[in-house]
């Protein structure tokens, strides 16, 4: 064996790693295979069906997760365009301007959301509402929304931006362009996989969000994790690991969608 | 991802540069005022008085941190003893945070380091599917973990049928659970620190060590660990900051006798306590907890910047 395997070979990594794999991977394809159970308990086993999957769409419950669910996906929509729109602003900005004074400062202002512990934004965002007399309800959480989605659309716009040689918009320049043309011609088109990137990872952290939104809905409006969580408090039913295991489909597309889109030409040029 | 926080090297000024401001404008103004603002603004909640279930009157007050500290009895009359009770959620918060940072630790490490030795194109596939669960809803993984944990749950049942253990191990409600939910729910901040260092790392250093005759794990902990200790200290502050303000996790899998600082803040706002003044003392030291772990990881990426 030569030096280089025996130095990185460890006996047990691998299967540290596998025992990494299991504890992350298990509960979630056990929920998953447990929502196709047709018993109505959670203990029992009792063959394949749908018929959770048909009770979330069509069930007893349906007309509460449908409302939850376009309150989710209608918030989520906007404040994942809206928060990628700043972020992009900011990213050409910080990282296509000279350098000044409030950079590192508008990067920590901008990273913000993620450092802060979620509760205590969740505390600051419901009490700056109430102490404005801003009405709790559908646009505050989209308000909490939008704040929270810019620095994981920032991250991989920013990214994406600084793996872009500075010669193609110098170039542009050369031939006259104008900022606009700039933008549109020259860097809107490269940059467009790191923007749809941090537009899907913005997308789902809004449709993920339990604390904040839990702290700024007010009363009578619900999104699908409130829904859930609701649920939950009485015990875990089918039908929510049905619904879960339909969130964790999305999820999981949209994550590998913004993985692969970040990986497009990302060493200059599409593959 | 998490790795960059902290830092942004800016590069080429070019036609952009008069429009700076006004690009980073809209992005100053939202976090600003939506969230810096009322940031400030806790900080002078907890200095008010409280108002019934819920809200404050204007009037300057020590109360919450009084309360924190001090038990003065029922009617507030006798004279003060130190009230352990909220020192000791605080307590068990970090005790809970750094148990759970320490198993992301023992499990994430080896993890990162086999991710970082494989061949250059599959570690993207590795690290991908060790990302991934993150960004699955966390009340759903929650969800799952007490599914697969509690006591007439798949995981002893399987523990039961096999015969490892004669009654279910009554895990769900304990420390244990809150740390493997905590665990569950921040590992990839551990992961990609870690692999970050490991794969700048050279080798040949190890190579060496060898030569002389050091055997494998020498080589690991006097060789290599000291050159990757910043992945490890930056891994560990990304988990334990998290950890120690969650909410779902001890809420959902710790029961009653482990909550945490987020379920006590939850319950001054969300719950029947209804001490507005209260949940905001505790949310800013909770704040002052975090920026002081905050201080030392920006301390520490400075220095790994600079090396």
């Given at each position: 064996?030569?030096?280089?395997a025996?130095?990185?070979?460890?006996?047990?990594?691998?299967?540290?790693?596998m025992?990494?794999l299991?504890?992350?991977?298990?509960?979630?394809i056990?929920?998953?295979?447990?929502?196709?159970?047709?018993?109505?308990?959670?203990?029992?086993?009792?063959?394949?069906?749908?018929?959770?999957?048909?009770?979330?769409?069509?069930?007893?419950?349906?007309?509460?997760?449908?409302?939850?669910?376009w309150?989710?996906?209608?918030?989520?929509?906007?404040?994942?365009l809206?928060?990628?729109?700043?972020?992009?602003?900011?990213?050409?900005?910080?990282?296509?301007?000279?350098?000044?004074?409030?950079?590192?400062?508008?990067?920590?202002?901008?990273?913000?959301?993620?450092?802060?512990?979620?509760?205590?934004?969740?505390?600051?965002?419901?009490?700056?509402?109430?102490?404005?007399?801003?009405?709790?309800?559908?646009?505050?959480?989209?308000?909490a929304?939008?704040?929270?989605?810019?620095?994981?659309?920032?991250?991989?716009?920013?990214?994406?931006?600084?793996?872009?040689?500075?010669?193609?918009?110098?170039?542009?320049?050369?031939?006259?362009?104008?900022?606009?043309?700039?933008?549109?011609?020259?860097?809107?088109?490269?940059?467009?996989?790191?923007?749809?990137?941090?537009?899907?990872?913005?997308?789902?952290?809004?449709?993920?969000?339990?604390?904040?939104?839990?702290?700024?809905?007010?009363?009578?409006?619900?999104?699908?994790?409130?829904?859930?969580?609701?649920?939950?408090?009485?015990?875990?039913?089918?039908?929510?690991?049905?619904?879960?295991?339909?969130?964790?489909?999305?999820?999981?597309?949209?994550?590998?969608?913004?993985?692969?889109?970040?990986r497009?030409?990302?060493?200059?040029?599409?593959? | 991802?998490?790795?960059?926080?902290?830092?942004?090297?800016?590069?080429?000024?070019?036609?952009?540069?008069?429009?700076?401001?006004?690009?980073?404008?809209?992005?100053?103004?939202?976090?600003?005022?939506?969230?810096?603002?009322?940031?400030?603004?806790?900080?002078?909640?907890?200095?008010?008085?409280?108002?019934?279930?819920?809200?404050?009157?204007?009037?300057?007050?020590?109360?919450?941190?009084?309360?924190?500290?001090?038990?003065?009895?029922?009617?507030?009359?006798?004279?003060?003893?130190?009230?352990?009770?909220?020192?000791?959620?605080?307590?068990?918060?970090?005790?809970?945070?750094?148990?759970?940072?320490?198993?992301?630790?023992?499990?994430?490490?080896?993890?990162?380091?086999?991710?970082?030795?494989?061949?250059?194109?599959?570690?993207a596939?590795?690290?991908?599917?060790?990302?991934?669960?993150?960004?699955?809803?966390?009340?759903?993984?929650?969800?799952?973990?007490?599914?697969?944990?509690?006591?007439s749950?798949?995981?002893?049942?399987?523990?039961?049928?096999?015969?490892?253990?004669?009654?279910?191990?009554?895990?769900?409600?304990?420390g244990?659970?809150?740390?493997?939910?905590?665990?569950?729910?921040?590992?990839?901040?551990?992961?990609?620190?870690?692999?970050?260092?490991?794969?700048?790392?050279?080798?040949?250093?190890?190579?060496?060590?060898?030569?002389?005759?050091?055997?494998?794990?020498?080589?690991?902990?006097?060789?290599?660990?000291?050159?990757?200790?910043?992945g490890?200290?930056?891994?560990?502050?990304?988990?334990?900051?998290?950890?120690?303000?969650?909410?779902?996790?001890?809420?959902?899998?710790?029961?009653?006798?482990?909550?945490?600082?987020?379920?006590?803040?939850?319950?001054?706002?969300?719950?029947?306590?209804?001490?507005?003044?209260?949940?905001?003392?505790?949310?800013?030291?909770?704040?002052?907890l975090v920026?002081?772990?905050?201080?030392?990881?920006?301390?520490?990426?400075?220095?790994?910047?600079?090396?």
């Amino acid at each position: 064996m030569s030096k280089v395997a025996y130095v990185k070979r460890y006996t047990g990594f691998l299967t540290m790693t596998m025992v990494c794999l299991t504890i992350l991977y298990a509960p979630l394809i056990i929920v998953a295979i447990y929502s196709f159970n047709s018993s109505p308990s959670i203990i029992v086993w009792e063959g394949l069906s749908l018929h959770w999957y048909w009770d979330v769409f069509f069930g007893i419950e349906s007309g509460k997760f449908k409302t939850a669910a376009w309150n989710s996906l209608s918030i989520a929509v906007m404040a994942s365009l809206t928060s990628t729109t700043i972020a992009t602003a900011a990213a050409i900005g910080i990282l296509r301007g000279r350098a000044f004074r409030g950079r590192n400062l508008s990067f920590m202002l901008i990273s913000m959301p993620i450092m802060v512990p979620e509760i205590v934004t969740a505390v600051a965002t419901l009490i700056f509402f109430s102490a404005i007399g801003f009405v709790l309800g559908y646009s505050s959480i989209l308000v909490a929304h939008i704040v929270f989605c810019i620095p994981f659309a920032y991250l991989p716009i920013a990214a994406r931006l600084r793996g872009i040689e500075p010669v193609f918009e110098e170039a542009a320049l050369d031939l006259y362009a104008s900022r606009g043309q700039l933008f549109r011609h020259v860097i809107f088109p490269m940059l467009l996989p790191g923007i749809l990137a941090g537009l899907l990872l913005a997308f789902i952290v809004s449709l993920d969000d339990f604390i904040i939104t839990n702290f700024v809905k007010g009363a009578g409006i619900e999104t699908l994790p409130t829904a859930i969580f609701g649920a939950v408090k009485q015990g875990i039913k089918p039908n929510i690991m049905a619904l879960s295991t339909i969130m964790l489909l999305v999820s999981i597309v949209c994550v590998t969608l913004s993985y692969l889109l970040s990986r497009v030409g990302s060493h200059g040029g599409r593959e | 991802m998490a790795t960059e926080i902290g830092r942004d090297d800016g590069q080429a000024a070019g036609a952009f540069d008069p429009l700076k401001y006004w690009l980073i404008l809209p992005a100053w103004l939202v976090i600003g005022f939506f969230l810096l603002a009322p940031i400030c603004l806790v900080l002078v909640f907890s200095f008010l008085t409280k108002e019934f279930r819920g809200g404050v009157i204007w009037e300057f007050s020590l109360a919450a941190y009084d309360q924190f500290l001090f038990d003065r009895g029922l009617f507030g009359d006798e004279p003060p003893r130190i009230q352990w009770t909220y020192i000791e959620v605080f307590g068990r918060s970090i005790f809970q945070a750094g148990m759970a940072t320490l198993l992301c630790l023992v499990i994430g490490f080896p993890t990162a380091f086999y991710i970082a030795t494989r061949p250059r194109r599959v570690r993207a596939v590795w690290l991908f599917l060790v990302t991934v669960p993150y960004w699955v809803n966390l009340l759903i993984r929650t969800v799952s973990m007490k599914f697969l944990l509690r006591d007439s749950g798949p995981l002893n049942e399987f523990l039961l049928f096999v015969g490892v253990v004669d009654e279910p191990l009554g895990i769900v409600n304990t420390g244990l659970a809150v740390q493997l939910g905590l665990f569950y729910s921040y590992l990839p901040f551990m992961v990609l620190p870690i692999f970050a260092t490991v794969e700048r790392y050279d080798f040949a250093l190890s190579e060496a060590a060898a030569d002389l005759y050091a055997d494998r794990w020498t080589v690991l902990r006097k060789i290599l660990l000291p050159i990757v200790a910043p992945g490890i200290v930056a891994g560990s502050i990304l988990v334990f900051v998290p950890s120690l303000g969650a909410f779902l996790a001890p809420d959902m899998l710790g029961g009653a006798k482990n909550f945490m600082i987020g379920s006590l803040i939850d319950e001054q706002f969300n719950g029947n306590a209804g001490n507005w003044p209260f949940g905001s003392a505790a949310s800013m030291i909770l704040l002052s907890l975090v920026l002081v772990a905050l201080f030392f990881y920006a301390r520490q990426t400075g220095r790994q910047g600079r090396a």
